[in-house]
């Protein structure tokens, strides 16, 4: 069915994928930037265009906690938070992915604390990125909410059964207003699909113990299950985002590559920087530069092979963290450092840290990324825009 | 090795199979002529490990019995001791 496009922000996009989805739990704790999402949700709960059963929880520990248990009765369970509400998560994100509860949670992204600040880098998504969590990003309004659809194929795939946590850049997707293109309801239902719980608790007449003791001799194992239901997600994604170009003819891919195949320098970058950096590029391009950019859509399982296939034979290769690892490496640096390691001779590898707490990075700044490499004024690791 | 994902147990009563009463450090031992069956150890016992046959106390469940002393505690004869394994 054709539609019309619309202009909506990024929180209210997600909104309304769910409500189109209708999910069977939803419990939630607001915190900005995230509340937006689940303010418009919990109005179409109560104007029932939904079914869900929506629990105003007192904490982010609570609200993880209710979706796992819901998860695990055997419902279909979306939440979403930010920031420190999903550190206070942090106890349960583990529990979440070790049971293999394949919840979907919006991640709006803000920094840490402390200094208090609202505003957005990927501080919270990267305190987070080893909890056996699937984590995909979003460039724009478009896909953060093509992305909360996309999450439940991906999650509950029955080769996979991890959570999935969707990001999107606080403010400058959740709050800002964007043309988007949505998906008929119907299609969206049919995309998602019937939800099929493995060993719901709910089932009686196939009784099942959550949650017991498990013993050195069995820990490791059910750990390298996770390892290969992440191995598996590699290709599980590439399937999902095939089926979603066929409705929508919006195509993905683990890794998404703008003007790097002739590229002598690249950038690495996440979220919403990579649309900033495209204009960026097109800039230089036209000074005769040979830049490109990437971005790895899906962060966790890391496209690792594919990262390495994007960056060999380059001259140089800025990885761009919108978080500080404060005595070490950023993890994205890491992340793509590692990839080539396979490569027989490694591009210059540099690490660029930016925009943390919401510092602007715009055109004029990120073109330094570039030039810096050119000229060979580029240090290993780069705190760009830093004023001290 | 066959494991079932996330640690789910996915058959019922499993715990049976499971013996757990290795590593006790204390042993009760009931005293047949004080007991008067009135069946206080067997509800109270957190465990499997009071066996019971027509009202009657039968033995222990050693396989299941951690020794933590609670059926002693309870007993109003005061008919079950710990005792050092």
Request: hydrophobic share 40%.
């Given at each position: 069915?054709?539609?019309?496009?619309?202009?909506?922000?990024?929180?209210?996009?997600?909104?309304?994928?769910?409500?189109?989805?209708?999910?069977?739990?939803?419990?939630?704790?607001?915190?900005?930037?995230?509340?937006?999402?689940?303010?418009?949700?919990?109005?179409?709960?109560?104007?029932?265009?939904?079914?869900?059963?929506?629990?105003?929880?007192?904490?982010?520990?609570?609200?993880?906690?209710?979706?796992?248990?819901?998860?695990?009765?055997?419902?279909?369970?979306v939440?979403?938070?930010?920031?420190?509400?999903?550190?206070?998560?942090?106890?349960?994100?583990?529990?979440a992915s070790?049971?293999?509860m394949p919840l979907t949670m919006a991640v709006?992204?803000?920094?840490?604390?402390?200094?208090?600040?609202?505003?957005?880098?990927?501080?919270?998504?990267?305190?987070?990125?080893?909890?056996g969590w699937l984590m995909i990003?979003?460039?724009?309004?478009?896909?953060?909410?093509?992305n909360a659809?996309i999450a439940l194929r991906i999650a509950e795939h029955?080769?996979v059964q991890l959570p999935m946590m969707t990001c999107?850049?606080?403010?400058?997707?959740?709050?800002?207003?964007?043309?988007?293109?949505?998906?008929?309801?119907?299609?969206?239902?049919?995309?998602?699909?019937?939800?099929?719980?493995?060993?719901?608790?709910?089932?009686?007449?196939?009784?099942?113990?959550?949650?017991?003791?498990?013993?050195?001799?069995?820990?490791?194992?059910?750990?390298?299950?996770?390892?290969?239901?992440m191995?598996?997600a590699?290709?599980v994604t590439?399937?999902v985002?095939?089926?979603?170009?066929?409705?929508?003819?919006?195509?993905?891919?683990?890794?998404?590559?703008?003007?790097?195949?002739?590229?002598?320098?690249?950038?690495?970058?996440?979220?919403?920087?990579?649309?900033?950096?495209?204009?960026?590029?097109?800039?230089?391009?036209?000074?005769?530069?040979?830049?490109?950019?990437?971005?790895?859509?899906l962060y966790r399982p890391?496209?690792?092979?594919?990262?390495?296939?994007?960056?060999?034979?380059?001259?140089?290769?800025?990885?761009?963290?919108?978080?500080?690892?404060?005595?070490?490496?950023?993890?994205?640096?890491?992340?793509?450092?590692?990839?080539?390691?396979?490569?027989?001779?490694?591009?210059?590898?540099?690490?660029?840290?930016?925009?943390?707490?919401?510092?602007?990075?715009?055109?004029?700044?990120?073109?330094?990324?570039?030039?810096?490499?050119?000229?060979?004024?580029?240090?290993?690791?780069?705190?760009?825009?830093?004023?001290? | 090795?066959?494991?079932?994902?996330?640690?789910?147990?996915?058959?019922?009563?499993?715990?049976?199979?499971?013996?757990?009463?290795?590593?006790?450090?204390?042993?009760?031992?009931?005293?047949?002529?004080?007991?008067?069956?009135?069946?206080?150890?067997?509800?109270?016992?957190?465990?499997?490990?009071?066996?019971?046959?027509?009202?009657?106390?039968?033995?222990?469940?050693?396989?299941?019995?951690?020794?933590?002393?609670?059926?002693?505690?309870?007993?109003?004869?005061?008919?079950?001791?710990?005792?050092?394994?």
């Amino acid at each position: 069915m054709e539609h019309k496009d619309i202009a909506i922000n990024g929180d209210s996009a997600i909104a309304m994928a769910w409500k189109q989805i209708n999910p069977d739990v939803c419990a939630a704790y607001p915190i900005t930037p995230q509340t937006i999402i689940v303010e418009r949700f919990s109005d179409y709960v109560a104007d029932g265009e939904v079914s869900t059963e929506f629990v105003c929880t007192e904490s982010e520990h609570s609200a993880l906690t209710l979706c796992i248990a819901s998860a695990a009765a055997g419902a279909r369970t979306v939440t979403a938070t930010a920031s420190v509400g999903l550190g206070y998560m942090w106890e349960m994100l583990g529990i979440a992915s070790g049971l293999r509860m394949p919840l979907t949670m919006a991640v709006s992204n803000r920094t840490l604390s402390a200094p208090i600040n609202i505003h957005c880098d990927h501080g919270d998504a990267m305190a987070s990125r080893d909890a056996g969590w699937l984590m995909i990003f979003a460039e724009n309004v478009q896909e953060a909410y093509d992305n909360a659809i996309i999450a439940l194929r991906i999650a509950e795939h029955k080769d996979v059964q991890l959570p999935m946590m969707t990001c999107l850049d606080g403010f400058i997707l959740t709050h800002a207003i964007e043309r988007m293109t949505p998906i008929d309801t119907h299609d969206v239902k049919e995309f998602v699909g019937e939800y099929k719980p493995v060993y719901p608790l709910l089932d009686l007449k196939n009784p099942v113990t959550y949650g017991v003791m498990d013993s050195p001799d069995f820990f490791y194992e059910h750990r390298y299950q996770m390892k290969m239901a992440m191995d598996a997600a590699l290709d599980v994604t590439e399937k999902v985002f095939k089926d979603f170009a066929k409705m929508t003819g919006r195509k993905y891919s683990l890794v998404e590559e703008y003007k790097c195949d002739d590229a002598d320098y690249v950038a690495v970058c996440l979220g919403s920087t990579f649309g900033t950096m495209k204009a960026t590029v097109d800039i230089l391009r036209k000074e005769g530069k040979k830049v490109g950019v990437m971005m790895p859509r899906l962060y966790r399982p890391l496209p690792s092979k594919d990262i390495a296939k994007a960056v060999k034979g380059k001259k140089g290769v800025a990885v761009m963290d919108k978080f500080m690892t404060l005595g070490g490496y950023s993890p994205l640096y890491e992340d793509v450092v590692a990839s080539a390691v396979c490569l027989d001779k490694m591009p210059e590898m540099y690490s660029y840290v930016y925009g943390l707490g919401g510092r602007d990075a715009r055109v004029d700044v990120l073109k330094t990324v570039f030039t810096d490499m050119i000229d060979k004024k580029a240090k290993k690791v780069n705190y760009l825009g830093v004023k001290l | 090795m066959s494991l079932v994902p996330g640690g789910r147990v996915i058959e019922p009563g499993s715990a049976l199979k499971f013996e757990t009463g290795d590593w006790r450090s204390f042993r009760p031992i009931l005293d047949r002529e004080a007991c008067i069956d009135c069946m206080t150890c067997w509800i109270y016992c957190p465990d499997d490990s009071v066996i019971v046959n027509d009202g009657k106390f039968c033995d222990f469940r050693m396989t299941h019995c951690k020794g933590c002393g609670i059926c002693a505690k309870v007993c109003p004869k005061k008919a079950i001791t710990m005792v050092l394994e």
